[in-house]
């Protein structure tokens, strides 16, 4: 079966700081996948997605970035956090063959405080 | 463009009672549906999804929605509601065919159960 995984749980990191999050799909090959932001736990922003190794799509202008370097691991880094880019951070990966639940499913989540 | 609504922002519900939370699309062809929970400081689980057939579907945790193609409604249903249901909900569309990024998510509902 697939599974996903994100680390780190928790992150609390100072202004400036760099900013490395990890996200591994186990079980598939070619996965889609998707990092999200979520904001004071409502609705979902959809930072990047990707749909090949070192193929990456933007949504959002912002402070982060992001890389696919293996096919099943996924990236998201800044040079220097500043204190908007605190929330809480999803990966989530998708069949695009479009048979597998049809849905995307989501890692665990990273809560992020830039102090 | 796809799009999906959820009109209310917080639902609260006496545990016991039956509960909705409503959900709106606008999608070219027929769509793809999904249903998805949030509890605090996790990620997105899949509770149930409408594909094709049976316009009743359904899901985990004794879930269920019915698609209506007329209104373009997916609405969340349950019978009895249990405090432990108290969590954020999400509904989302994608189009048949559409892989990628062509995941619609809607802003999600806060659901209070109270004791």
């Known amino acids: 079966s697939q599974t996903i995984h994100q680390w780190p749980a928790t992150l609390v990191q100072p202004v400036g700081s760099p900013l490395s999050l990890e996200c591994t799909v186990e079980?598939?090959?070619?996965?889609?996948l998707y990092w999200y932001r979520q904001a004071a736990g409502r609705g979902l922003q959809l930072l990047f997605y990707?749909?090949?190794?070192?193929?990456i799509s933007s949504e959002v202008p912002q402070n982060l970035s992001a890389s696919r370097p293996q096919d099943r691991q996924f990236i998201l880094s800044s040079k220097k956090l500043l204190l908007s880019d605190s929330g809480f951070y999803l990966c989530?990966?998708?069949?695009?063959?479009?048979?597998?639940?049809?849905?995307?499913?989501f890692g665990s989540g990273t809560r992020l405080t830039v102090v | 463009a796809q799009s999906v609504a959820q009109p209310e922002d917080q639902v609260n519900v006496a545990e016991g009672n039956p509960l909705t939370v409503k959900c709106t699309y606008s999608?070219?062809?027929?769509?793809?549906l999904f249903w998805y929970v949030q509890y605090p400081n996790r990620g997105l689980q899949f509770l149930l999804k409408?594909?094709?057939?049976?316009?009743l579907v359904k899901g985990s945790y004794g879930f269920e929605a019915e698609f209506n193609k007329s209104q373009t409604s997916f609405h969340l249903k349950k019978p009895s509601a249990l405090v432990s249901d108290s969590a954020l909900y999400f509904c989302?569309?994608?189009?048949?065919?559409?892989?990628?990024?062509?995941?619609?998510f809607g802003p999600g509902t806060r659901l209070s159960v109270l004791p």
């Open positions: 989530a990966w998708s069949d695009p063959g479009g048979t597998t639940n049809y849905g995307y499913t």
């Open positions: 999608v070219s062809g027929n769509p793809y």
């Open positions: 990707s749909v090949g190794i070192g193929q």
């Open positions: 409408y594909i094709t057939g049976d316009n």
């Open positions: 989302a569309v994608r189009e048949p065919g559409s892989y990628g990024q062509n995941f619609v």
């Open positions: 079980g598939t090959s070619n996965p889609n």
